[in-house]
């Protein structure tokens, strides 16, 4: 299976301030994912990220509150903006591997003040 | 109505128990099912994959699918206090159709020795 990393693993910050989160992949996949668990909640898909087109989001989410980048087929960002306690999650990253599964990255586990 | 519900426990068991975890959905869509564990502090890792209906067995887990009922099981033999984590369960429809997960709100499963 893919080995898939984040960084950072954990943050506090401030809120109105922005955290970009990287999510690295150790082989080419197409499809990357960015989900939300917020504390004691189940995954939320946030959008997905595929090499070479826009990222599609999900009902609730926008584009200007959580822009994603996806230069390759081995890296992925997704931004967090204008944070409020609100934000305050794990954000995860996952990529599908062999068009039925996926695999989760770490998480990055994000405190807004 | 959530598309998939799960019982979020706790469930707390002695060591050496048959463990069973359930899911019910409602998208008569979904084809692939999945298990997921989740210890505290970490991501998501995949446990047993299934297609369609029928049984899948690996080492002391066996994963269950009944498209008639939209239930799907996760049978844990010999509990090891190792296995206290979170149990998510995830599903998708078609390869054709959305590749992101739905996932459940995962059930926190203590295994007492």
């Known amino acids: 299976s893919a080995v898939i990393s984040q960084k950072p693993s954990r943050d506090i910050c401030q809120r109105g301030t922005s955290l970009t989160i990287q999510c690295q992949v150790d082989?080419?996949?197409?499809?990357m994912f960015w989900y939300r668990q917020q504390p004691g909640q189940s995954l939320t898909l946030i959008a997905t990220a595929n090499q070479g087109s826009e990222a599609t989001y999900e009902s609730g989410f926008v584009i200007d509150k959580f822009p994603i980048s996806r230069p390759n087929l081995t890296f992925s960002t997704l931004t967090v903006s204008n944070m409020s306690p609100e934000d305050s999650s794990i954000y995860l990253c996952s990529v599908e591997e062999g068009s039925d599964t996926q695999y989760f990255g770490p998480g990055t586990r994000l405190t807004v003040l | 109505q959530k598309e998939v519900e799960q019982d979020p426990g706790p469930l707390s068991v002695p060591e050496g128990a048959i463990v069973s975890l359930n899911c019910t959905y409602s998208?008569?869509?979904?084809?692939?099912f999945m298990w997921y564990r989740q210890y505290s502090r970490k991501g998501p890792e995949l446990l047993m994959y299934?297609?369609?209906?029928g049984n899948k067995e690996d080492g002391r887990f066996t994963a269950q699918v009944d498209k008639s009922s939209k239930y799907i099981s996760l049978f844990i033999r010999d509990s090891q206090p190792s296995d206290s984590a979170t149990y998510l369960c995830a599903m998708k429809g078609t390869r054709a159709g959305r590749r992101a997960l739905t996932f459940g709100s995962g059930t926190r499963l203590q295994v007492q020795p």
């Open positions: 082989s080419q996949v197409t499809m």
């Open positions: 299934t297609y369609s209906s």
């Open positions: 998208n008569s869509a979904f084809q692939y």
